[in-house]
């Protein structure tokens, strides 16, 4: 079993980072009264249709998910435990910028009920940070980093790489703090310019550079090396942890399990009735916020996925993992054989370059496979008669 997951999306940010894509708003005023009781409507709501499920996690991302009240949070947690059947070691992620401010909340959201936190540190020095558009320093993150550790056992943190400038020599040496510093679990992003963001234009103006794909194939290889042979190998493409020390919420995605979404933008896969349906609410907060409190929820799709889709997805998610995807899985989500989907004469070109391992349960993307995942799910799903590119 995948497990059952709840996703709650805080869509408010102090700022708007460069490259950030994310459903992520700058607000003067945010009504707390009124978003802690949509938050709780579509909960209920979303409970309702998915009654007797044991829930294995919940995840506050964001945004900035550590600008709620830590109320909000403990309301929500305490709801979502009442709804389902809380699983003995539920675990609960919240999402936290590095801010003083933020930091000086972390007691409040532990007393809540949360139990693990990812801090967006992003950098370990001033210069990538204020390159980032990031309003905290170096010496914050450290300072947060610490609060973190006094008051939470479940700690990882988040760094983006392949920066504006950034050599091979110069992570090598972040990464080593990285590690010295890190609690058994990190996330380390290469930096993608998204469109529509700030970089997006800058990149096309020239005026953004960053490690091409060769300077980039090496920076992750050596983020590969140095987490493994430092005990937080990689268990997906940009998360590392010490065995046992993974995100389980992360863990239902990629294994496609079901997750409840809730808050604007937040998106959800749910079995019923033998159909898995992708569901998503209205990304613009204040959309959200209205439909929530005339309707009791601001659903915008909520349709059954087609089995072909299905397969597609879960063999796409598990994939990512290196752990690989479960055949087993992706018969059940397709309702045919393994072989019907995906022929063994691809899969056997894939193995034979070093891309793919297969065993009887499991298909596995190679490291080198998971570094160029797009081409290889090309090819095996619907791509060209030749070899990846
Ligand atoms: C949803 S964001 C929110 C976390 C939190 N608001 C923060 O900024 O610290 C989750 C993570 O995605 C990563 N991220 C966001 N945009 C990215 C991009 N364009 N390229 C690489 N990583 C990105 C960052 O590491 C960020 O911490
Ligand atoms: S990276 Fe985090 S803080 Fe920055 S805009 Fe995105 S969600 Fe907000």
Redesign the pocket.
Known sequence: MSGFGLYVHWPF?LS??PY?D?N?HVRDQVDQVRWKAALLAELAHWAEKTPDRQLDTIFFG???PSLMPPETAGAVIEAAKSHWTPSPDLEVTLEA?PTSVEAEKLSGFRDAGVGRVSL?IQALNDADLARLGRTHSARDALRALEIARERFERISFDLIYARPEQSLAQWREELARALELSAGHLSLYQLTIEKRTVFELAYARGELKIPGEDAAADLYEATQDMTEAAGLPAYEISNHAAPGAECRHNLIYWRYGDYAGIGPGAHGRLTLGGEKYATRVHRAPEAWLKRVEEDGHAIRTFEPIPREIRAEESLMMGLRLAEGASKSTVETEAGRGFDDIISASRRAALIEEGLLGETPSRITATKAGRQRLDSVLGYLLAGPQEGPT
């Open positions: 940010c708007k980072c950030c994310f992520s964001g945004g900035t910028n967006g």
